[in-house]
């Protein structure tokens, strides 16, 4: 059972086109996603069949990237995660291979890097310009604090979390939640560059042997988390401290709900832990293909 919650109650394009107001981004409906069989971050369109090699509106690389250096390359291996940052200017990306990446989607180079290892399969940008991250065969959450414009750490910290898979910040509570194994933590950051610090909080059980997986922010839904784990899709209310369940479904690797349209999107394992196909959690579900793809997470391009 959880505790009772008792916190309180938040492909190049022109740069002058991505610096327009978050909800004009030109990326806006469409679909991030990590194909780890190429080692590219892709943006592709939502209303467009993916076997046309148009519908990719903006892709990523790190041997395309001047800022990664080539003996770091194959840390970028195995595109674990991608989310939407800094009003839809930026994507941090996260791979398997132990790498992080601040990407700015203007000029799509890295602007920041960092390097936790232990096969990151998750990253948060909070408020300060720190960087979290969730080590699944490190066990760990670890914290890269950063100056403006720094494009490497300042400093570091890590904290234990058995199996983590997930971390996202929450600006209302000021806190940064974390999915590991069979619990959903809750911590308070310090905001402090130099000796940065993680406190936990508030620890909750979606249910035994959950074996956590992604967890987001649902986008368009106040005081909302999504999360997958073996056997189902939950949603955790983080004003009551309480999960539902929106379907009993397992082997989903990552879930993101549309801030307009509320449809949810996931990837659901066809092969081993990836699949070439994307699609909607819907009584007619849409569906989107790429031939060859190893999709591991993909994303609603959500600039909110």
């Known amino acids: 059972m959880s505790k ?3 916190l309180p109650l938040c492909a190049l394009l022109l740069a002058s086109t991505l610096l ?6 030109p990326f806006a409906g469409h679909i991030v996603a990590g194909d780890q069989k190429s080692g590219q971050v892709l943006i592709l369109k939502s209303d467009a069949d993916w076997k046309d090699s148009s519908s990719v509106l903006w892709r990523w690389h790190p041997a395309q990237d001047s800022a990664i250096p080539k003996e770091r390359h194959n840390a970028f291996a195995n595109l674990s995660d991608m989310k939407v940052v800094a009003e839809g200017r930026q ?5 398997s291979g132990g790498g992080v990446a601040l990407i700015d989607l203007a000029t799509a180079r890295t602007v920041f890097q960092a390097y936790p290892g232990g096969n990151p399969h998750a990253a948060a940008l909070l408020p300060d310009g720190t960087v979290a991250t969730a080590s699944s065969h490190g066990n760990r959450l670890t914290l890269f604090t950063r100056r403006d414009g720094a494009t490497t750490p300042t400093a570091s910290s890590t904290i234990e979390l058995t199996d983590a898979h997930g971390v996202v910040w929450d600006d209302e509570h000021a806190l940064l939640w974390a999915l590991g194994d069979s619990r959903l933590n809750a911590y308070r950051y310090n905001f402090s560059i130099e000796q940065p610090e993680l406190a936990l909080v508030q620890s909750f059980t979606p249910a035994k042997d959950f074996g956590g997986h992604d967890l987001i922010p649902a986008s368009g839904e106040p005081h909302s988390l999504l999360l997958t784990g073996n056997r189902a899709i939950l949603r955790f209310s983080t004003s009551l401290g309480r999960f539902t369940t929106i379907r009993k479904l397992g082997a989903v690797k990552s ?3 549309h801030p307009d349209t509320g449809t949810i999107l996931i990837q659901k394992v066809r092969e081993k832990w990836w699949s070439d196909t994307i699609t909607t959690l819907e009584d007619s579900p849409r569906s989107w293909t790429l031939p060859e793809a190893r999709f591991y997470k993909a994303r609603w391009f959500d600039a909110r």
């Open 4 to 6: 009772p919650y008792l």
């Open 91 to 95: 994507l941090l990306v996260a791979a």
């Open 20 to 25: 327009r107001a978050a909800d004009g981004s």
């Open 255 to 257: 879930v993101s709900r």
